[in-house]
């Protein structure tokens, strides 16, 4: 009786280590100024984190995302950059602290993210 208990016992704890060291782990995101000076460095789809800097008027598939840092930037002299995503689903709001998965895609001289996926953090309340 005790020999099956230890089995049963050395059988869980195996069973839960497994579990734990083969379950796929959640996506780094990469921040804004980390990709931005080279999107096209970037190959295959990534995670970014940043905040929704603005939401295009006349493209309701596109929405630029800017560094989380840039929110303690109050001086006229930042130099923050703006990455274009085009996502075909319902977009986040002004202030929106995102990660977006996707890829970049070659646009014009530039690049845009192509996101699959958004995922709303919180909001930072910007503008208001």
Same mark, same amino acid.
């Given at each position: ?49 940043? #905040? /929704?800097?603005?939401?295009? $008027?006349?493209? +309701?598939?596109? =929405? ?5 840092? @840039?929110?303690?930037? %109050? ?24 990660? #977006? /998965?996707?890829?970049?895609? $070659?646009?014009? +001289?530039?690049? =845009? ?5 958004? @995922?709303?953090?919180? %909001? ?5």
């Amino acid at each position: 009786m005790k020999k099956l208990l230890l089995v049963g016992v050395a059988l869980a704890i195996g069973i839960t280590v497994g579990i734990t060291a083969f379950r796929p782990a959640a996506a780094t995101a990469l921040n804004v100024n980390e990709v931005g000076s080279d999107p096209g460095a970037f190959v295959g789809t990534i995670t970014l984190a940043g #905040v /929704t800097a603005g939401l295009a $008027p006349n493209d +309701k598939t596109l =929405f630029g995302i800017m560094d989380l840092k @840039e929110l303690q930037c %109050n001086s006229a002299n930042c130099n923050k950059i703006i990455l274009p995503v085009r996502y075909k689903g319902e977009l986040p709001s002004l202030g929106d602290e995102v990660r #977006v /998965t996707g890829t970049f895609v $070659p646009a014009g +001289k530039g690049y =845009f993210f192509a996101s699959e996926q958004v @995922e709303v953090v919180r %909001n930072h309340k910007l503008g208001g």
